[in-house]
Structures are given as C-alpha cells and as structure tokens.
C-alpha cells in the first residue's frame, strides 16, 4: 500500500500532496496564502515556487517566521515589471528583496489582456528549465524565457492562445543576448 494523505486540510492540502510524491519527482506550484504557507513549513518543499508581488506580500508573516532560512528549491516573484528569483533561500524579513536577484519584464507597446499570464510564465519557466538543464546558466535561462511567453501572452488579442513559439523564441534571443 503506497503512502495516504493523514490529517488532512484545507490548508494543508497542497503540502500533503508533496509529501506523497516520490523524491525523484520535482514539484514546481503556484498557490497563494495558507496554502503556500504551509507548503513553506512542509518537511519536503517544492523545486519552484511561483507566485504574484500581491502574493508575496500577503505572506509577510511567513517571511518574518522563515525569512533568511536555507530553502531548497527556486522561489520567483513576478509583476508586471519583472521578477524576483532566491535561489535556496527565502527572502530576508527585514529588506525581503535584498537577497534576490531581479530580472526587468520586456516592455510591451500595447497590453492586450494579462489574464493567464502568469500561468504562461510558470509553463514556459519549466519548459526552458527542462531543455536546458546541462546550461551553466539555466536559472538564468528559464527566467528569461518564462519572461518572453510572458510579453508575448500579454502583447496579443487572444492572451495565452496566441503564445507563437517562433515569436517566444526570437524574444527571448533578443533578450538573453542583450543581457
């Protein structure tokens, strides 16, 4: 018999379900509020945690519990501007951002609709994560590219139904060759 979800609930759920994955398994979520608190605290943590700046702010408690502490996995913070990325820690309680790394957003001419953008960033992060994992710059490769589907979910008519990967593509060379 496999391992069972015991003391389940609401709150816990999204770490529960991380202790039931297999160790070989990484574990990439984007939830907000108790859930995510408790997937903090858990005794097995996610590979990557992604979520909004409101998000992050309405953690504070947590970063004030935990801030500073060696994490595992990548925690990436986004708006409209950019992003944050700690890498195997969690932001500091007293400057939260001071130990981050921040990538600017592409600027767009004309924002169509930010519906579901920040589930294209998440989807293209792992996408660029997987393909380049022998890069020596991969973190830095994948928050790139999460932020080119991003500008392009966000710079046409039909949102995340208009992502052309020919389009992600030449943006993200734009970008990650300037850089």
């Known amino acids: 018999m496999g391992k069972q979800l015991k003391g389940l609930t609401p709150h816990n759920f999204y770490a529960a379900i991380t202790e039931l994955m297999d160790d070989s398994c990484g574990l990439s979520i984007d939830v907000r509020g108790f859930y995510l608190h408790e997937c903090l605290i858990a005794s097995r943590s996610p590979q990557f945690i992604f979520m909004n700046l409101e998000e992050f702010?309405?953690?504070?408690?947590?970063?004030?519990?935990?801030?500073?502490?060696?994490?595992?996995?990548?925690?990436?913070?986004?708006?409209?501007?950019?992003?944050?990325?700690w890498n195997r820690q969690f932001p500091n309680d007293s400057d939260p951002f001071s130990n981050s790394e921040y990538f600017p957003s592409q600027k767009i001419e004309k924002v169509f609709s930010t519906i579901g953008a920040g589930d294209a960033m998440h989807a293209g992060f792992i996408k660029e994560w997987i393909c380049s994992e022998n890069s020596g710059d991969r973190l830095r490769r994948s928050v790139i590219?999460?932020?080119?589907?991003?500008?392009?979910?966000?710079?046409?008519?039909?949102?995340?139904?208009g992502i052309d990967a020919v389009a992600v593509d030449d943006t993200f060379r734009r970008i990650f060759d300037s850089n």
């Open 145 to 161: 590219y999460s932020q080119a589907v991003a500008s392009i979910s966000v710079g046409n008519e039909k949102a995340t139904h």
């Open 57 to 85: 702010y309405e953690l504070s408690e947590s970063w004030h519990t935990i801030g500073g502490k060696a994490f595992p996995g990548i925690l990436i913070v986004h708006n409209k501007d950019g992003c944050w990325v």
